[in-house]
């Protein structure tokens, strides 16, 4: 079975667009160098305004490297980064690389419990994090070795207030100022690692087929693991953006990093695909419309990817203060459904067509997506990528294919696809086929032309802001509440799209329901993202023959209420 121009979906392709890539035979690091050499002095990053060249970028990247190096850093070590979008993520991420060694992403927003978790996993002993995220990493258990803790003050790399505030308005860029930053005490400085000579040319570089990425996701089931990703399949995730784009031009694009470069989604179109095309990243901590419209002003956005609700909220704003988003001509929504009243509305204010796609942080991450073409299909996450196949199989048979048009789970195959998950070959052989499908755990119908539509998902995460959340990981937390006996936490469909965590709780004999404390226990222990918008009290929570609760009854049961 070859992808080519036999399957039927490669017909509904943009113009231009190959079945097949060329694929890659060489790493990240190589390609970072040939676009820092190409690009030369082109803007690479803009920051609040402040913008810096591919040069300066490849400067900065040997220099942390030499520092990183000095630290003891080695090919295939770890290196944890925790920090939102900026030009010193840009950085570490390749410095890290060039070494050979592995990035391994974190939301800076994670409590310490979270981050400890996954601390304990990969054993990194070399932290790169956002002042705020440090003190988090600061507060991990003497078990949890860290030999250094390298902070960054995201306001070393802000322009002056004064050249700034010629670009945003000042009430915003104080609010924004005094959000980015925190003391950091008993960490190495960003700045002093930056002072180091350039690493030595010589240095050995990484293969293609090394590990660059370790990518912690609720996978397919339960709690966070690690995706291995390697040079090879992010690479090539990139070659497969770039042919998709395929009227994207080197040097001329200009993409908007509003989607987290800790997310895979954000990973890849930033720092890979916007790399490789010599573009200029557009850096925003967070999402904010003020900050985006202002941003348009000097630098139109030609490539805005996002999730729905940024979408929306964006045209609106845009419509209401009258800024122009026609420069927008490649933009790709994913991490959760589409609703059509947020396409109709983002097309009849940009430049472009807004098309759905469909990825998961173990196919690096895009394996879908709708053509940017009239044969695109709403309702649909399109048909698969460049040299990428997939098949749909019985949900109790998993090496029977179902017939066209049926019900059954999503397989995928392609140079995308992970390599399995960090110290943990069990959940990998539950991800990943003998003969290399990745099992996606999506009930899909795919029609005779190839587009494929999601239906169910036989796992049981929830999707909220494109971000996932796993049941498992809420309720456990939950029950540490000395009111809850037992509790059920799953993802209520919201007609704008994604899903709102709600919480079910069986309470102890005695006890009533009090929502906000329930949520503020929590708010310790948890990322914003994951505390339920609801909790419920319930009688007694569905169980099978075994005990384990029902969560499908659950929702049944209590989502209509809501």
């Known amino acids: 079975m070859d992808n080519s121009a036999s399957q039927p979906w490669v017909k509904n392709y943009q ?44 400067e900065q990247v040997d220099r942390a ?9 080695k090919a295939g070590d770890r290196v944890a980064l925790i920090l ?71 306001l070393d790399a802000f322009p002056t207030l004064k050249r700034l505030a010629l670009n945003l308005p000042v009430k915003k860029l104080r609010e924004t100022k005094g959000s980015l930053t925190a003391p950091a005490p008993g960490t190495m400085s960003w700045n002093d690692l930056l002072k180091s000579e350039r690493l030595d040319p010589a240095h050995p570089r990484p293969d293609v087929m090394d590990l660059a990425v370790i990518q912690y996701t609720s996978g397919t ?17 990139a070659l497969q953006g770039e042919a998709w784009m395929a009227g ?18 954000g990973m890849t179109l930033y720092l890979t695909f916007g790399v490789k095309k010599q573009g200029l990243l557009v850096l925003f901590p967070k999402f904010d419309p003020d900050l985006i419209l202002a941003a348009m002003k000097k630098s139109p956005a030609t490539v805005y990817c996002a999730v729905p609700p940024i979408y929306e909220r964006t045209a ?15 933009c790709i929504s994913g991490a959760m459904n589409l609703p059509d009243h947020v396409v109709q509305l983002w097309e009849s204010v940009s430049g472009g067509l807004l098309v759905e796609g469909y990825g998961m942080t173990e196919s690096s991450p895009v394996a879908l997506g709708n053509p940017f073409h009239p044969t695109r299909r709403a309702g649909t996450i399109g048909v698969p990528f460049p040299s990428t196949l997939m098949k749909v199989v019985d949900l109790d048979d998993p090496e029977h294919e179902v017939e066209q048009g049926e019900p059954g789970e999503l ?50 995460l929830i999707i909220t802001g494109g971000f996932n959340v796993a049941p498992t990981e809420v309720e456990s937390v939950l029950r540490l509440h000395p009111a809850v006996k037992d509790v059920a936490v799953f ?67 209590v989502a209509p209420g809501l």
């Open 15 to 58: 113009p231009g667009v190959p079945a097949e890539i060329e694929l890659p035979t060489e790493s990240l690091s190589a390609m970072f160098e040939r676009s820092v050499a190409q690009a030369g002095d082109s803007p690479a990053t803009e920051f609040f305004g402040r913008r810096t060249g591919y040069r300066e970028l490849g």
């Open 84 to 154: 939102p979008n900026c030009p010193q993520h840009v950085v570490a991420f390749y410095a890290v690389l060039r070494l050979g060694a592995v990035v391994v992403e974190h939301n800076p927003l994670y409590t310490s419990r979270e981050l400890r978790h996954q601390f304990e996993d990969h054993q990194t002993r070399v932290v790169i994090a956002w002042d705020k995220a440090a003190a988090a990493v600061r507060e991990f258990p003497k078990d949890v070795q860290l030999d250094h803790v390298v902070s960054v003050n995201l």
């Open 248 to 265: 994207a031009k080197e040097r001329e694009e200009i993409l908007y990093a509003i989607l987290p470069m800790f997310h895979a989604f």
């Open 411 to 460: 397989l995928l195959k392609g140079p995308q696809v992970f390599q399995g998950y960090w110290n943990n070959p069990e959940e990998t052989a539950k991800a990943l086929t003998k003969d290399g499908w990745l099992r996606t755990g999506d009930v899909v119908t795919v029609d005779a032309d190839g587009f494929t539509k999601i239906v169910d998902r036989a796992k049981e």
């Open 316 to 330: 609106m704003a845009a419509k209401e203060k009258g800024v122009s988003l026609r420069s927008a001509k490649y």
């Open 65 to 73: 490297a030499e520092g990183l190096r000095r630290l003891g850093v």
């Open 221 to 237: 089931t339960g709690a966070p693991k690690g995706a291995m990703l390697t040079h090879y399949n992010l690479y090539a995730n």
């Open 491 to 557: 993802g209520k469909p919201l007609e704008r799209g994604g899903e709102m965590v709600v919480a079910a709780v069986e309470l102890e004999s005695g006890a009533e329901l009090d929502e906000e404390a329930l949520r503020e226990h929590c708010r310790g222990q948890l990322a914003g993202y994951k505390v339920p918008k609801r909790i419920v009290a319930i009688d007694d929570l569905p169980r099978s023959m075994l005990g384990k609760i029902l969560r499908k009854q659950v929702r049944e049961q």
